[in-house]
RNA sequence: GGGAGCUUAGCUCAGCUGGUUCAGAGCACCUGCCUUACAAGCAGGGGGUCACUGGUUCGAACCCAGUAGUUCCCA
């Protein structure tokens, strides 16, 4: 059979993904075995596969795979989450594009859209996932808002509720006036922006004097109820008891003095806006000022403002500031940086807003979650993120958790027209409920809380509920089977972003409604950066598009592309030259693969010495190394695990395995292999294949049935890990020893431009080597030899170097340049004796001897007898020039 | 403003308990090769004041302190 000259990735994932999605080899279902789990992110559903997504997704697929094969139940469940204001957002516009407004819209009508729109384009990435190989078990597929996990949501809320964990209240919240709704604190972004430091002046009332307040907001001048200075700022202190008038809305306020400010900021004056800024809200309580919002929820000047309403908050800054100057009362104006908010999911800039909103009391459910990793029950890698969430777990916020959106899980509280509360399931328990604080209630007059809950109140059950959604009406103890096998999972794979917004909640509900954790190990992957280190966004135009990738480079390709260099909690910068790089070893497994089913098996032929020693080596070196890559995969070093498969792959068995077994040709002819060398090799190689399988499942697949007839269900996905055999250090050394001589060789070879077709004859002097003469013939074929001698004596005319501490000559007789060799060895003769001198300067140091340890010691003296060998042998060869 | 991390070759990173021949890898680079598996390759090679300053130690890339730059988190 004829086999293509490169790799085609297209052919092999086209045909594996298929068959292992019919064969049911990503399906879990409990039995004996140990499970090994992992649940994933959930993507928006409303999202498109990016390069964050490649990264993390492509971990977890390496670990789901290396699991299975070392014999676990292996389960990764996949699902989506209903993101509500992204999606909102994304069904608002795509509605206006059609010339519908929300507004225009019963609740009911906009969620059959949205419904629509979601059984049409959800779960694309999903289909994409599949493109990087990814075996999930599909048959488990959830939906964050799908009827039973929404329910959990539901019983989640009235069991914290009943628990007076869960409680309403007016409070400054972040509202987002493009999303139109209120969001977490963890949901707002700080940036950093120019502002303009404006310094308006303030009249004095029944004076021509004026106090000047720096302000970077005047547009909410028309909300200013105080000016508030500090009470040891001497500049102010006459101004005790008098009224000031705030400029357009000539609002008659007073002078209230507090700590708060600070008196070197700006003038040392503060406009206090209580409607527009958490801390004057809190000053406006303190000292009882009047709250008038300015501005309406869509961010536009609103009626009570009394000036400029209806225009928008940022146009009526600019007509403001122009205004006043044109009136006289602009000092100055300042270029400053600050930090602006804006909005996680429409990055509008985010407004501090007086509401009637939801809260969970966070501060005696976070210190179990908290425990949990301080005491390692969850790992977090890398360990810096500990620090991290120590200190966000001590200094938790209640959170926020309605959401002025209707995409999303209603919340269960119920309103009778008399302002009584009750929270529950359906509408007829509140009647039944309300009827008892309100016996007159009617039934219709019952309403149900407008507001939806925050996305994360769902996604935060999701290693719970994608098992069982029933855990929290039954509780642990009646968990499902499922839940029950399945559950702590194993490892979660997730970016640092959503520490905060997802992991440290899964692990409050987990411990909350299981007394367990979620997962005993967070695998923190860093954000995916372009080479230049920006951030991979649409704006920018600087993130590649997976598929294409994919179909450029091969799934396997990417891949590897990915993991070579993305160490856990680093930032990666991502080059295409890596999938390059990814591809390119594809295609040296692939041709690795050619030549070894290119040869010809011969009946009568005898096994080679160097084959045989090749054998001897390779199969320890295959243990010594599987032995490393274990342990990086259990330090999750993930980028360590593959480099080292790599290099075990190309280095040791293509360059040097290979090269030693692979038949010579006699008169144009390939030489048959003998079937000892034939079956160790096939048996390295379907070693190897499962090696790299978990980071290039298909071609590694694809190979596995071309090297052998394969039964139905004889795949690799499902192959045994191979198992590490204790290794004989001596041979590893030796072929390191092996290596060296053949490169010094080489060496010599492309120095004096003698082809590598020329055979050339070494003599070794050393009273050592012939005890690894077996690998003499592996050097004769590497460094094509005519002979490989031993000599008891110097070599005239001969070009010398050493290996440890043998001696070896290339005779090459008319060929030598003296003096060229003679400086040669003079620059190796100072090198050594150099390092003699810094060796017995450590030794002769009396304080070293005494404290050192006696291993370090023994080592020196080593050092210091090998080089006093050396300089001996340099001397001699320099002597006989 | 508070906190955490990072700074090692042109680039991306290892360097785990302070101790093997003046610090390792991959990529990139330079030189020579289309040698019957692979030019997506082969062989060989060059390249580093371990950010800086000081300290601890017989010994520091590694421990400590300070400085500078940088990234992230929180307010």
Not at 122 to 151: N, V, Y
Not at 326 to 332: D, F, M, N, R, T
Not at 739 to 747: D, G, L, P
Not at 823 to 830: F, G, I, Q
């Amino acid at each position: 059979m004829e086999i293509a000259k490169t790799y085609n990735p297209q052919e092999a994932e086209s045909k594996w993904y298929p068959y292992w999605t019919e064969k049911n080899f990503f399906k879990s279902t409990p039995d004996h075995r140990k499970a090994y789990t992992i649940v994933i992110p959930p993507p928006n559903v409303t999202g498109v596969l990016h390069m964050g997504h490649m990264l993390n997704n492509t971990i977890q697929d390496v670990l789901i795979r290396r699991a299975r094969m070392l014999g676990f139940n292996a389960c990764w469940v996949p699902g989506t989450d209903h993101a509500s204001i992204a999606t909102e957002a994304k069904v608002v516009k795509l509605l206006a594009d059609q010339g519908i407004k929300k507004t225009d819209l019963s609740r009911e009508d906009f969620l059959k859209h949205a419904w629509g729109w979601k059984e049409k384009y959800g779960g694309i990435i999903l289909e994409q996932l599949k493109h990087l190989g990814a075996s999930c078990d599909w048959s488990r597929t959830r939906f964050t808002m799908e009827p039973e996990l929404s329910d959990a949501v539901i019983d989640v809320f009235i069991d914290l509720y009943n628990k007076k964990k869960i409680y309403r209240g007016v409070r400054m919240v972040n509202w987002d006036p493009q999303g139109l709704t209120a969001v977490s604190d963890e949901e707002v972004i700080h940036k950093e922006a120019n502002s303009k430091l404006v310094y308006v002046k303030y009249k004095i009332e029944n004076s021509n004097e004026f106090i000047t307040v720096a302000t970077t907001r005047p547009e909410t001048i028309m909300g200013d109820t105080a000016v508030c200075v500090n009470p040891h700022d001497e500049r102010y202190t006459k101004l005790k008891g008098k009224n000031i008038i705030v400029p357009v809305v000539n609002r008659v306020v007073p002078i209230i003095f507090d700590e708060y400010v600070d008196a070197s900021f700006g003038t040392g004056a503060l406009k206090v806006t209580p409607a527009h800024d958490i801390n004057d809200f809190n000053l406006g309580q303190k000292y009882k000022l009047p709250v008038i919002d300015a501005l309406t929820q869509d961010g536009k000047i609103s009626e009570a403002a009394g000036a400029y309403v209806g225009m928008d908050r940022f146009a009526c800054r600019k007509q403001i500031i122009k205004d006043l100057q044109e009136q006289g009362l602009v000092e100055k104006i300042e270029e400053i940086k600050n930090k602006v908010g804006y909005s996680e999911r429409t990055d509008a800039v985010i407004e501090p807003r007086l509401s009637m909103q939801w809260f969970l009391k966070m501060e005696d459910m976070s210190k179990p979650a908290l425990e949990a990793v301080l005491n390692n029950d969850v790992k977090l890698i890398p360990e810096k993120f500990i620090n991290t969430y120590k200190h966000w777990m001590e200094n938790v916020h209640d959170w926020c958790i309605s959401r002025q959106l209707w995409w999303g899980q209603q919340i269960p509280a119920w309103y009778d027209d008399k302002g009584n509360t009750v929270v529950c399931k359906t509408k007829q328990e509140a009647f039944e409920k309300l009827k008892e604080q309100n016996a007159e209630v009617k039934f219709l007059d019952i309403k149900q809380d407008e507001d939806v809950l925050d996305t994360w109140f769902s996604s935060w059950l999701w290693p719970l509920t994608v098992f069982d959604p029933d855990i929290i009406k039954n509780g642990w103890e009646k968990a499902n089977a499922d839940l029950k096998y399945y559950y702590p999972t194993n490892d979660l794979v997730t970016g640092p972003d959503i520490l905060f917004f997802w992991i440290a909640r899964m692990i409050i509900a987990g411990k909350e409604y299981t007394g367990l954790k979620p997962f005993s190990n967070v695998y923190l992957t860093g954000i995916v950066r372009d080479k230049l280190g920006r951030k991979m966004s649409k704006q920018l135009g600087n993130s590649p598009d997976p598929l294409e990738l994919i179909s450029k480079y091969g799934a396997d390709g990417v891949r590897v592309g990915l993991l070579l260099s993305s160490p856990a909690g680093n930032d990666i910068l991502f080059d295409e030259s890596h999938c390059e790089q990814g591809r390119n070893f594809a295609n040296k497994v692939w041709n690795a693969f050619r030549l070894i089913q290119g040869f010809e098996m011969g009946t009568n032929v005898s096994q080679p010495e160097a084959s045989k020693t090749a054998i001897e080596w390779f199969s320890n070196r295959l243990s010594e190394q599987l032995e490393i890559i274990n342990d990086h995969y259990s330090k999750y070093r993930m980028s360590d695990a593959l480099m080292a498969t790599y290099k075990l792959v190309w280095d040791d068995f293509c360059a040097w395995y290979l090269e030693v077994i692979k038949p010579e040709f006699v008169d144009g002819k390939a030489q048959p292999i003998d079937k000892i060398t034939f079956d160790a090799t096939i048996n390295y190689l379907e070693s190897l294949l499962k090696i790299m399988h978990p980071w290039m499942p298909f071609i590694t697949e694809e190979i596995w049935h071309l090297t052998k007839e394969r039964a139905e269900m004889e795949c690799i996905i499902v192959a045994e890990w191979p198992t590490v055999n204790t290794q004989n250090k001596e041979t590893l050394q030796a072929f390191e020893v092996v290596k060296e001589v053949v490169a010094q060789v080489r060496n010599i070879r492309q120095q004096k431009n003698i082809s590598p077709k020329e055979k050339l004859e070494v003599k070794e002097r050393s009273d050592v080597g012939e005890q690894f003469s077996r690998f003499d013939s592996v050097v004769i074929k590497l460094a094509n030899l005519s002979s490989y001698s031993y000599t008891k004596d110097k070599v005239e005319g001969a070009f010398g170097f050493m290996v440890m501490n043998a001696e070896f000559f290339v005779p090459l007789t008319g060929n030598i340049n003296v003096a060229e060799e003679k400086e040669r060895l003079a620059k190796e003769l100072e090198y050594n004796k150099g390092f003699l001198r810094s060796v017995q300067i450590k030794l002769s140091n009396e304080r070293f001897v005494s404290n050192a340890k006696p291993e370090i010691i023994e080592v020196e003296r080593k050092k210091e007898s090998d080089a006093l060998n050396k300089i001996k042998a340099i001397e001699e060869q320099l002597a006989s020039l």
